[in-house]
């Protein structure tokens, strides 16, 4: 069974910091493209971050360049979304995604994790 578990979460005052992480299991991730997408209330999901599986290349929407980070450990197929000076907009859940070719910036993939809920007070 195909799994992508997020943890990390949580509330946050603006200007403050999270980390992400999304563990993967049921199959071999390593070379799937891996990131994450994000869904505020009333609002489509829009993709955040993702990371390749054979260059490790990155890539960002706009409006988290510079404040956010993502990274990845294939030996234990892990990503991490590292998330910095965080302000209300950032207020989202946040999904883990993978697939086997790309992870481009429309909400579609292979697989997705449950979500975990990022709120970032005023």
């Known amino acids: 069974q195909v799994q992508l578990i997020e943890s990390g979460g949580g509330l946050v005052p603006t200007g403050g910091s999270l980390r992400l992480s999304c563990a993967a299991s049921g199959r071999t991730f390593r070379s799937y493209a891996m990131g994450w997408f994000r869904q505020a209330p009333g609002k489509e999901r829009e993709f955040v971050a993702a990371?390749?599986?054979?260059?490790?290349?990155?890539s960002y929407a706009d409006s988290v360049k510079g404040r956010f980070t993502i990274s990845r450990t294939n030996a234990k197929i892990t990503v991490y979304l590292q998330m910095n000076n965080l302000n209300p907009e950032d207020t989202a859940v946040y999904y883990c995604?993978?697939?086997?070719?790309?992870?481009?910036?429309?909400?579609?993939?292979?697989?997705w994790g449950q979500g975990t809920q990022v709120t970032v007070s005023s």
């Open positions: 990371i390749s599986g054979n260059t490790g290349r990155t």
């Open positions: 995604a993978a697939d086997r070719t790309n992870l481009g910036h429309q909400p579609s993939a292979d697989y």
